[in-house]
Nanobody, 123 residues
Framework: VQLQASGGGLVQAGDSLRLSCTAS????????VGWFRQSPGKEREFVAA????????QYADSVKGRFTIFRDNAKNTVYLQMNSLKPEDTAVYYC?????????????????WGKGTLVTVSS
């Protein structure tokens, strides 16, 4: 399975961006999907996850209330809507397919990773 994350860019604080993660085949519609991010000099961290049918979601405390994860299985795509962006949200964002039907907030819960998309938020 190949994943393609897109939608990153340079925005100002307070702006919004929507990231997309598209899988190469429908395998992903049976699995949870997660978004992670990594800033320079920092460990990769969990951002959000969604279950196979979208019925269950998880968020890191740092993005709760600002980010929304949702999916369109007909398009094999998971989205991350990011509102009220802050400079500390600047990072490379990665999507990943979970080993099971539900997402996880741990790297080990995922077995397919896409190349990241860079989000830069200026103050």
């Amino acid at each position: 399975v190949q994943l393609q994350a897109s939608g990153g860019g340079l925005v100002q604080a307070g702006d919004s961006l929507r990231l997309s993660c598209t899988a190469s085949r429908r395998t992903s519609s049976n699995n949870g999907v997660g978004w992670f991010r990594q800033s320079p000099g920092k460990e990769r961290e969990f951002v959000a996850a969604i279950s196979w049918n979208g019925g269950s979601t998880q968020y890191a405390d740092s993005v709760k209330g600002r980010f929304t994860i949702f999916r369109d299985n007909a398009k094999n795509t998971v989205y991350l809507q990011m509102n009220s962006l802050k400079p500390e949200d600047t990072a490379v964002y990665y999507c990943a397919i979970a080993r099971g039907s539900y997402g996880s907030n741990y790297d080990e819960g995922y077995n397919y990773w896409g190349k990241g998309t860079l989000v830069t938020v200026s103050s």
